[in-house]
């Protein structure tokens, strides 16, 4: 008896030891991904959203280098990867996709209210002349997916582009305007398918690539300058209401955003603590296919940002912490 129990109490310990251990996730940076069925991964310029314990992540599919269509795919861990499908298709989502337009950016939200799927994303022509934006929805979160529009929002030219949904299910499409110079912020209708209003914002800063979290009531944003594929600083500004009362831009990191430009920011709330992993794109790594998307854990305080790249690190995804992982 005394032995059973004693062989019990070991199992059990091994097994604690082992759930435990498991719970820890590396994330390592610098390496292409690879999805469960052992394909590149293919999702730049990515979007997020988190159902239940899955993220879905969806982004531009650069196989070809061009007119991008859109994968999606969902993960527990950020690891594995399993791909979920070709969410928006050059000629079968919209005949114009991958003849006069093309896709950058795309971005993916839930409307609890319609209780739909929402992506918005840059809606573009040759040259970045069309400065559009395009506005797809879905019943289901793999889709299928339709088009609602492809224009300029409000009329309002509209380029690089990101989405960020508030605490009270308020939904804004942000996105550099009017030839590079603003950032427009854009309230979104109930049924986040259309721009009601455009608050201009950062005039003539030239600023892209905006990615926005809200921590402890404080809105904070990274975005880059504009130079095309090329990294350059990132900078950092917060606020407590998103139209108005920005701080000034701040450098954080080294020069080049560690050959990055900011592609999304992730809240990992999990029972203990929360986590936000800033997720950039490492473009043109050695070319537009091999970009690499690069994960590493940020934090926020009293209007900073500890911005420092982690070449890999540990999380853990139940208790929200995170932790070193020497090379
Ligand atoms: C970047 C932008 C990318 C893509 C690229 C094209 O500035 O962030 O999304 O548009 O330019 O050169």
Redesign the pocket.
Known sequence: MKRTISLLVVLCLASAAFAKKGDWVTIKNGDLWYDTEGKVVQAH?AGFLQVGDTWYMIGEDRSRSWNPDVNMYSSKDLQTWKFEGKIIENGVTHSDLGRSRFI??PKLMYCKKTKQFVVWC?WEGSN?GASEAGVFYADKVTGPYHFKAGERPLGIKS??CNVFVDDDGTAWFISTIEENQHLGFFRLADDYLSAVECTQLFKRQAR??PAIVKVDGVYYMLS?A????EPNQCKLSWTRNLTEGWSQLENIGDRIAYDT?AASILTIKGTKTTTYLYVGDRWMDPDLPRSKTIIFPISFKDGKCDFTYREQFEINFKTGEWREKKM
Not at 226 to 229: A, D, S, V
């Open positions: 310029g950058e950016r840059h970045y380029r690089d892209e690539a880059s504009c130079t095309g594929w430009q």
